[in-house]
Structure formats: C-alpha cells, structure tokens
C-alpha cells in the first residue's frame, strides 16, 4: 500500500539528517519511502534505508535524506514492495 504525507518537515540546502517514521510500532515488512520536495529548485536524494527493532519490540524505519539546491519543505513517499 502506498502513502504519500504531505508537509512533512523541511530540510536545507546542503543539509543531511536521518528521517525516521513507523506504522505504529507495527512490522509492514520490507517498505521504501523518499522525500519528495515541495518547493521548486530542490533534489532530495533518499537513501541508507534501514529497519530497527525498539525495545519494547516496535518496529522503525528510517533513511537518509540529503538535499541538494534551495531549501524546501518535502513529504514522504513511500509503500510496501509486495
């Protein structure tokens, strides 16, 4: 199933943070998401995706995302890859 969550968070040019999100601590297996920018004159460049396990057994996904250009506010896209 995809989504797509608009206004997400904002990230600057030239800069690089991890972006972490969860389907309520629940394990939807494998699943892909990237920002997408929501300003013009801005590439984000999602990867290093990973999963975690949290202590109390919720499972977390995350990547990296770097932006490159202008700063802009970006959403996150993304789904399962069944």
């Given at each position: 199933?995809?989504?797509?969550?608009?206004?997400?968070?904002?990230?600057?040019?030239?800069?690089?943070?991890?972006?972490?999100?969860?389907f309520g601590g629940g394990n939807r297996g494998a699943q892909f998401a990237?920002?997408?920018?929501?300003?013009p004159g801005s590439l984000l460049i999602s990867d290093q995706e990973g999963?975690?396990?949290?202590?109390?057994?919720?499972?977390?996904?995350?990547?990296?995302?770097?932006?490159?250009?202008?700063?802009?506010?970006?959403?996150?896209?993304?789904?399962?890859?069944?």
């Open positions: 199933m995809a989504f797509n969550v608009p206004n997400w968070g904002t990230i600057s040019g030239g800069q690089s943070f991890p972006v972490g999100y969860t990237e920002g997408n920018p929501q300003n999963i975690s396990m949290d202590n109390g057994g919720g499972t977390n996904y995350q990547f990296q995302l770097t932006c490159f250009g202008n700063s802009t506010v970006f959403g996150l896209d993304g789904g399962g890859l069944s």
